[in-house]
Antibody
Framework: QVQLVQSGAEVKKPGASVRVSCKAS????????IHWVRQAPGQGLEWMGF????????KSPQRFQGWVTMTKDTSISTAYMELNRLSSDDTAVYYC???????????WGRGTLVTVSS | QSALTQPASMSGSPGQSITVSCTGT?????????VSWYQQHPGKAPNLLIY???NRPSGVSNRFSGSKSGNTASLTISGLQAEDEADYYC?????????????FGGGTKLTVL
């Protein structure tokens, strides 16, 4: 079945970087965008952007530009999201999700908890 | 502050119907039929309920339905059940500031009394 399997929880110090992986299975990896969404503790969902696994092109809201890097490795059907210059405000669960052309997400990973603490 | 406005909380009794609203602008909800809704239980990933305003994925109960009027989209849950107690989020494609993006509502916490 279609699945997105994410990497495990991370604990990072302020100023560090973190990379979260998202491995796709059960479908053609290059046929659907991969989106990244985060959720701070007790808060709502925040869209971070997407990567087109076919071309490698990415799009993210202005507030994440220059701060979030989305990449992919087509050979292993895996997308990555790297967040730099972490602060305590970046403590959140980070989700990857498969995106359709009309901007909805039909399959989600289980989420990766990133904790930023000194 | 979220781009789309939802009520923070709602409640209903089993068997009742409730409607969750999601208000945006002509640059998102009102301008495109690209509204989707997600249900999220505590500690779980969101689950797609409705896409393209009114469409329901296979496997989602027909107790869930979506609609839109102007800049406001709505999710109606009929015949409330205890398992419907969860957080609900709307999203929309947005062309604000000329960029392709996705915006979320702040979420609505539904309590089944």
């Amino acid at each position: 079945q279609v699945q997105l399997v994410q990497s495990g929880a991370e604990v990072k110090k302020p100023g560090a970087s973190v990379r979260v992986s998202c491995k796709a299975s059960g479908y053609t990896f290059t046929a659907y965008f991969i989106h990244w969404v985060r959720q701070a503790p007790g808060q709502g969902l925040e869209w971070m952007g997407f990567i087109n696994p076919n071309t490698g092109s990415t799009k993210s809201p202005q507030r994440f530009q220059g701060w979030v890097t989305m990449t992919k490795d087509t050979s292993i059907s895996t997308a990555y999201m790297e967040l730099n210059r972490l602060s305590s405000d970046d403590t959140a669960v980070y989700y990857c999700a498969r995106g359709y052309a009309t901007w909805y997400f039909d399959v989600w990973g289980r989420g990766t908890l990133v904790t930023v603490s000194s | 502050q979220s781009a789309l406005t939802q009520p923070a909380s709602m409640s209903g009794s089993p068997g009742q119907s409730i409607t969750v609203s999601c208000t945006g602008t002509s640059s998102d909800v009102g301008g495109y039929n690209y509204v989707s809704w997600y249900q999220q239980h505590p500690g779980k990933a969101p689950n797609l309920l409705i896409y393209d305003v009114t469409n329901r994925p296979s496997g989602v109960s027909n107790r869930f339905s979506g609609s839109k009027s102007g800049n406001t989209a709505s999710l109606t849950i009929s015949g409330l059940q205890a398992e419907d107690e969860a957080d609900y989020y709307c999203t929309s494609y947005s062309s604000r500031s000329g960029s392709n993006s996705v915006v979320f509502g702040g979420g609505t916490k539904l309590t089944v009394l």
